[in-house]
C-alpha cells in the first residue's frame, strides 16, 4: 500500500482532534476517492463526518468501509456509537 495513505488518514484524524472538523471532512472525503479499495479511508471519512454532526454521511461511509472489509472494526465500532 502507498505509503502517503497512512499520512494523509493521520492528518484528517489529527485536524479532527485539533477541532476543526469542518476542515477535514475535504481531506478525509479525497482520500477515500483516491484510495477507494481501502476500508480504513472510509472509515476516518465517517468519522469526520460524525464530528461535524453528519451521522447520516457518516453511516453511508462506515457502510461502504465495511462493504470492502467486513471486519474494519474501528468502522463498527465507530457506527455502533452513531446516535440513532
Known amino acids: 500500500m502507498d505509503v502517503n495513505w497512512f ?3 493521520q492528518l484528517a484524524r489529527s485536524v479532527v482532534e485539533w477541532g476543526y472538523p469542518a476542515t477535514a471532512v475535504p481531506l478525509a472525503r479525497v482520500t477515500a476517492e ?3 479499495q481501502t476500508a480504513r479511508a472510509y472509515t476516518t471519512l465517517g468519522l469526520t463526518l460524525a464530528a461535524t454532526g453528519d451521522t447520516r454521511g457518516a453511516s453511508a461511509a462506515y ?3 465495511l462493504e470492502i472489509d467486513p ?5 463498527l465500532e ?3 456509537r452513531l446516535p440513532r
Open 7 to 9: 499520512y494523509l488518514d
Open 34 to 36: 483516491m484510495y477507494a
Open 63 to 65: 457502510a461502504k468501509a
Open 71 to 75: 471486519s474494519e472494526t474501528r468502522a
Open 78 to 80: 465507530l457506527r455502533r
